[in-house]
């Protein structure tokens, strides 16, 4: 296991970002490409310089160990997800909380930032995802629909839904102009990630206008738990455990 980061593609070997004192449980960039967010069993999030290598912020708060943390699109706020059942919206460049979000009984696994924004979503164990105003520090829906723990969210780029996938083998694409909600059936394991492309409306291979499957993509893949959607949107990625 892993308690420190690679970053350079030309040199994996020589390139590291160290100072967790346990395991990273997830690392994201900010989306200009500039900032490298992480989050560890130390229960610390730090925020990185990419062409340097230079800490820039350790984010201390949490009191369990960090499972996800996330860039807002302008990069002003992060947000971190915990197993003590909190939200953290922090403003980067002070590194200062702004808000701890109470509303999940159990550990929260992902979170995620609408692209102009004004809405956080967050879900976890105890199986519902949480609209929040990470400005206010305001909860304003519950969505409840998954039967299981909740590894992943996703907006879309137009910012009119939310999907969501999760342990009992189902997508849910949730509209959120409208209370009304789209379960994507067809997976016979646990849902570990889902990515909106940016053209169209495609989440990894399902069509989320009419909740079809359009493409199934087999390979030597085993236990998938991380898939992105190229900018154009016309390559997907995927990584797996193999």
């Given at each position: 296991?892993?308690?420190?980061?690679?970053?350079?593609?030309?040199?994996?070997?020589?390139?590291?970002?160290?100072?967790?004192?346990?395991?990273?449980?997830?690392?994201?960039?900010?989306?200009?490409?500039?900032?490298?967010?992480?989050?560890?069993?130390?229960?610390?999030?730090?925020?990185?310089?990419?062409g340097?290598?230079?800490?820039?912020?350790k984010a201390k708060g949490h009191t369990g160990p960090v499972k996800v943390c996330v860039f807002s699109a302008d990069s002003r706020l992060f947000a971190s997800g915990s197993t003590d059942g909190t939200v953290r919206v922090w403003d980067t460049g002070k590194a200062h909380c702004l808000h701890v979000l109470e509303g999940h009984s159990r550990t929260v696994e992902t979170v995620g930032f609408s692209y102009d924004s004004q809405l956080l979503a967050s879900a976890g164990?105890?199986?519902?995802?949480?609209?929040?105003?990470?400005?206010?520090?305001?909860?304003?829906k519950k969505l409840l629909g998954h039967k299981n723990v909740i590894k992943t969210c996703a907006f879309s780029y137009n910012g009119e839904y939310l999907a969501t996938g999760s342990w009992d083998?189902?997508?849910?694409?949730?509209?959120?102009?409208?209370?009304?909600?789209?379960?994507?059936?067809?997976?016979?394991?646990?849902?570990?990630?889902?990515?909106?492309?940016?053209?169209?409306?495609?989440?990894?291979?399902?069509?989320c206008?009419?909740?079809?499957?359009?493409?199934t993509l087999k390979g030597k893949l085993n236990?998938?738990?991380?898939?992105?959607?190229?900018?154009?949107?016309?390559?997907?990625?995927?990584?797996?455990?193999?």
């Open positions: 296991m892993w308690s420190r980061i690679a970053t350079d593609f030309n040199q994996v070997s020589e390139k590291y970002f160290s100072a967790h004192r346990s395991v990273v449980n997830h690392c994201a960039l900010s989306h200009d490409g500039h900032l490298l967010i992480t989050g560890s069993d130390d229960c610390d999030v730090c925020v990185w310089d990419v340097s290598g230079r800490r820039l912020v164990w105890d199986h519902t995802v949480i609209m929040w105003n990470p400005k206010l520090g305001q909860l304003t083998f189902k997508v849910i694409i949730w509209s959120l102009h409208t209370k009304q909600q789209e379960t994507l059936h067809g997976h016979t394991g646990n849902v570990s990630c889902v990515a909106f492309s940016s053209i169209g409306m495609l989440l990894r291979v399902w069509d206008e009419n909740g079809k499957c359009k493409r236990n998938i738990t991380s898939c992105q959607f190229s900018s154009l949107g016309t390559i997907m990625i995927a990584g797996t455990h193999e």
